[in-house]
C-alpha cells in the first residue's frame, strides 16, 4: 500500500476512552508489567565488549537516557529545543562538565526560527510539526544538521559510537543529516511511528530501509498501540528485522547496529530480559 492510500485509511486509536490517566497506567502496568529500557540495552552492549565512547542524543528531553552514559564516563552531546524541557535538563546534568547541550533543533537543512509545538498532554512530543489537537506553536527554533554539527565541534563521523534519536517523527530527516561518506555511528536507536511519520512522507518499511542501505543489522523493540499520550504505555516484543509489525498503529524503536560483536551483545542483552 503506498504513503498516500496509508494515511487516507490510517485512524489514530483514540485517546479518550473514559479512563482516567492513572486508571490506564495501572492497567498497562498489570496487563504488560514488562518494559524495556532500550538505551539501557545500548549502554550494557557496549559495556560488555569495554567499549566507552561519543553519544549524541537527539532529542534529549530531561536526560534519563543519557544520564548513565554520562556517569560511566562517555563524552555526550545533548539536542534539546524545547525551553522547558532543556531547563530540567541542564539541572539534571549541572554536575557534569562531559554533557554539552544544544538548544537546536535537528532535520535535514539548517533553518533559521523554524516553528515549533508543544503539547499540555505531554512534555514528550514537543516536535518541529504538530501532529494532536494539543499541539501549539511555542517559541521558534534554530534548525542544523548532524553533519553541521559535527564540523563546528570538530568531531569526527567515524567517533561516534551511540547516536539516539527521538524527534517525534523527523528521525528519518535527522539521519539524512548525517554525512554518512565520512563514517557511520556504530549503533543507531531511533523511534518508528506511522501516526508522526505518514504526514512527513515516510513509515517504519521506509526507516528501516534506510539503515538497512547502510550496512546496518536491525533489532526492533515493537511497543503496542499508544492510547493515551502522558502515561505509561505498553511494550510488546523484541524481533530481528526483516519483520512485519503486529499492529499497523504500533510504535516503538528500532536499533541499528553496524559490528557483529556489538550486534550480538546486543541480542543477548535483550534475550537476557525477554526471551524472541
Not at 80 to 87: G, K, S
Amino acid at each position: 500500500m503506498g504513503l498516500k492510500s496509508k494515511m487516507h485509511t490510517f485512524t489514530k486509536i483514540s485517546a479518550e476512552k473514559g479512563l482516567g490517566d492513572a486508571l490506564l497506567t495501572a492497567r498497562s502496568r498489570l496487563l504488560h508489567p514488562f518494559a524495556p529500557d532500550e538505551p539501557a540495552l545500548v549502554l550494557s552492549a557496549f559495556t560488555k565488549l569495554a567499549q566507552t565512547g561519543i553519544m549524541l542524543d537527539v532529542g534529549a528531553h530531561h536526560g534519563t537516557s543519557l544520564l548513565p552514559f554520562a556517569r560511566a564516563g562517555w563524552q555526550v552531546y545533548a539536542f534539546e529545543p524545547d525551553p522547558q524541557n532543556r531547563a530540567l535538563l541542564e539541572a539534571n546534568n549541572a554536575d557534569l562538565p562531559n554533557v554539552h547541550i544544544d538548544p537546536r533543533a535537528l532535520s535535514d537543512h539548517a533553518e533559521q526560527g523554524a516553528a515549533f509545538f508543544q503539547s499540555s498532554q505531554s512534555s514528550g512530543v514537543s516536535s518541529l510539526k504538530g501532529f494532536l489537537p494539543s499541539h501549539q506553536a511555542s517559541a521558534s527554533v534554530d534548525v542544523t544538521t548532524l553533519e553541521n554539527f559535527l564540523a563546528e565541534a570538530g568531531l569526527q563521523a567515524e567517533t561516534v559510537d551511540f547516536l539516539k534519536v527521538d524527534t517525534e517523527g523527523y528521525d528519518l530527516m535527522v539521519l539524512r543529516g548525517w554525512p554518512w561518506t565520512a563514517g557511520q555511528p556504530h549503533l543507531i536507536l531511533c523511534e518508528f511511528d506511522d501516526f508522526k511519520t505518514l504526514p512527513l512522507g515516510y513509515d517504519f518499511q521506509a526507516l528501516a530501509q534506510f539503515l538497512t542501505d547502510k550496512g546496518y543489522s536491525l533489532l526492533i523493540s515493537e511497543w503496542y498501540p499508544i492510547e493515551k499520550y502522558g502515561v505509561i504505555h505498553s511494550w510488546r516484543r523484541f524481533a530481528e528485522y526483516p519483520c512485519r509489525l503486529k499492529s499497523p498503529h504500533a510504535w516503538g524503536n528500532i536499533f541499528a547496529v553496524q559490528e557483529p560483536a556489538l550486534y550480538q551483545a546486543l541480542v543477548q542483552g535483550c534475550q537476557a530480559q525477554h526471551p524472541f
